[in-house]
């Protein structure tokens, strides 16, 4: 028969495998409740109405060597299959389309439900930048709307 010493592991280690058996749970709960920040109010980009919302409170992070911040557009109004492309970008002026098109940040994809878009930002935002969207629709019409920060989104 082995002797074991009476010490603090050998005496609390079945308590690890609990928590290890507990955690998975907690994990599932928190991806099927997310809480996400309200939306921005709804604005009007030639014949699209577009809601966006960003994924979270937390300042732009680093995505294949370029500073992004995750939203969601929804569009209220107007047709997605009527846009050839769409970008969105944090700045104090929209960036033309022949630089947008030059990466891959920045452009809208996803269902007629909801378009993700990783929109090109800045490390650190100010208060005179803006959320801005361009829209090119298949006559090379090109519609443009825009959005004050969210001041939850400057960094202290």
């Known amino acids: 028969m082995a002797r074991l010493k009476n010490t603090f592991w050998q005496r609390n280690k079945y308590k690890l495998s609990g928590l290890i058996l507990v955690l998975p749970f907690w994990f599932l709960y928190q991806s099927l409740n997310p809480e996400f920040p309200p939306a921005l109010e ?19 992070y680093q995505h294949h060597d370029e500073f992004v911040k995750d939203f969601l557009l929804t569009f209220n109004q107007g047709d997605i299959a009527d846009i050839r492309q769409a970008y969105l ?42 959320i801005w969207l361009v ?5 090379g019409n090109q519609y443009q709307a825009q959005w004050p920060v969210p001041t ?5």
Do not use: C, Y
């Not at 577009?50 to 300042?59: G, I």
């Not at 929209?94 to 909801?114: D, F, K, M, V, W």
């Open 152 to 156: 939850a989104l400057f960094l202290p």
């Open 135 to 139: 829209i090119e629709d298949w006559q």
């Open 42 to 60: 709804s604005r009007q980009a030639g014949p699209f109405l577009v809601t966006p919302m960003p994924f979270d409170h937390k300042p732009p």
């Open 89 to 130: 970008n944090i700045g104090p002026s929209p960036l033309p389309l022949a630089t947008l098109q030059q990466g891959e940040s920045g452009i809208l994809h996803g269902s007629r439900h909801g378009q993700h878009v990783h929109a090109i930002a800045k490390p650190k935002l100010a208060a005179e930048d803006r």
